[in-house]
């Protein structure tokens, strides 16, 4: 195989002073971090769709980007020239995780056996890439969203074909994630939602959507899957309302239909920002609910209000993100999926290097900040002062489940009018967040 991305080498860690845009100033995947390395705080993941396959066409314009490698796009050769070139940037970016849907990897055929057919070849090649480089399959997914066929959903269609349509993409996915040794699976129901109720049963294609997930994990279990599956959440677009709006949303989804032992979350950035959230709130959610999977790593333009996809450029954001990860303990199976693509002007193969190297940069300065405010100490120390009230007395006996409506009242009563709770002091906070930042 002859070398695709000429004079770009191994990508390696220079330190903060250094201007070489082919280098990295804050990623060094081996230094220690509270106790770990960075490479396994974050372990990276490269968005085949995205990397691979997205030329920079937008509503208004054709690709901008040659995606084809060297080969004819729509063959096999194209599918495996997108291979070679997926391990070759991995490789020298050190990237040891990749994610997929079907479809990114073959071109879709008019006959679903052919398309399993070219899937089974495309996999056995990858699969051969794997053992000679050590990259591995983060997850895996079915692109159930694309094809026309998908209009109304895959588990919400109205279509009763199309719905066992979509659940042999899922079968045939979960093959493919099992064979690539994928430690988790998703659920982007990117139309899973409606556009109007005058024509929608809500409950009806609510009930359909577990119906076909509890397939999938009673599937994926008998065949050797033993990671987690992941929904994740994105409140609009391409549908008006989409049924994983946020976190929450989803929990409460997955709660309802039985699905929580097996499910967690996969928290995107961008789609927490379309939901009206933060990032960091996202994260929050799911985390407390012991919910907190994976994680597509990308940001928002929030003056264009769409899935604009870009690589994170933001420390405040990965800071703050890192210190929801690290409070949770980290991620088990999951890892950070740079769901991410250049700019529709940054056309070259060296733009592609230089957005990793600044998602990576970003996320990695973010880890080494998060780790200071927790080791500062003020924060937690303020929010554990907020809550003292509950550590003893009345208050702890609320906490304990000891106490009853009558008993507080009682108390309340007795001590007339509680005094105004201590200060907030969100903006002494806020500058101590600033000064670890930049101090």
Request: hydrophobic share 40%; aromatic share 12%; with cysteine.
């Amino acid at each position: 195989m002859s070398e695709l991305f000429k004079g770009i080498g191994s990508i390696k860690y220079e330190g903060a002073g250094s201007k070489n845009p082919l280098a990295f100033h804050h990623y060094n995947k081996d230094q220690v971090v509270l106790g770990k390395p960075m490479k396994e705080w974050m372990p990276f993941a490269m968005a085949w769709w995205h990397n691979l396959c997205a030329g920079g066409s937008d509503m208004f314009g054709r690709n901008t980007t040659d995606k084809g490698f060297g080969a004819e796009p729509g063959t096999m050769e194209h599918a495996r020239a997108k291979v070679d070139a997926g391990f070759e940037f991995m490789q020298k970016l050190g990237i040891e995780y990749f994610c997929f849907h079907d479809v990114d990897l073959v071109p879709e055929a008019d006959d679903l056996k052919e398309t399993n057919r070219r899937l089974d070849e495309i996999t056995d090649y990858i699969s051969v890439k794997m053992k000679e480089t050590g990259i591995k399959c983060l997850w895996g997914t079915a692109n159930m969203f694309s094809n026309p066929r998908f209009m109304n959903g895959a588990g919400s269609s109205n279509s009763a074909d199309v719905f066992c349509f979509a659940a042999a993409q899922v079968k045939k996915a979960l093959e493919l994630t099992v064979k690539l040794g994928g430690r988790g699976y998703v659920f982007w129901g990117g139309r899973e939602g409606y556009e109007t109720l005058l024509n929608t049963d809500v409950k009806f294609e609510q009930e359909n959507i577990a119906k076909l997930m509890k397939m999938a994990v009673e599937y994926g279990r008998s065949i050797g899957f033993t990671g987690e599956f992941w929904i994740e959440p994105k409140p609009k677009e391409p549908m008006k309302h989409q049924y994983d709006f946020d976190a929450a949303t989803s929990i409460g989804f997955l709660r309802q239909y039985g699905l929580d032992k097996d499910f967690k979350l996969n928290i995107e950035a961008n789609h927490a920002t379309l939901a009206g959230h933060s990032f960091q709130h996202d994260l929050r959610i799911a985390a407390i609910n012991d919910m907190l999977g994976s994680v597509d790593a990308n940001t928002g333009d929030l003056l264009l209000g769409w899935d604009t996809d870009e690589f994170p450029f933001n420390v405040y954001d990965t800071t703050m993100c890192m210190y929801e990860v690290i409070k949770a303990g980290g991620l088990k199976y999951g890892g950070f999926n740079f769901d991410s693509k250049t700019r529709r002007p940054s056309y070259t193969h060296q733009d592609m290097f230089e957005a990793f190297i600044l998602g990576m940069d970003t996320f990695a300065l973010g880890l080494l900040k998060a780790a200071a405010m927790i080791e500062d100490g003020r924060i937690d120390a303020f929010v554990k002062e907020r809550y003292s009230s509950y550590e003893s007395g009345i208050g702890e006996k609320i906490r304990k489940g000891e106490t009853s409506l009558a008993e507080l009242a009682a108390y309340a009563e007795e001590m007339g009018a509680p005094q105004l709770p201590g200060s907030g002091r969100q903006e002494y906070l806020e500058r101590v967040v600033n000064e670890v930042l930049f101090g």
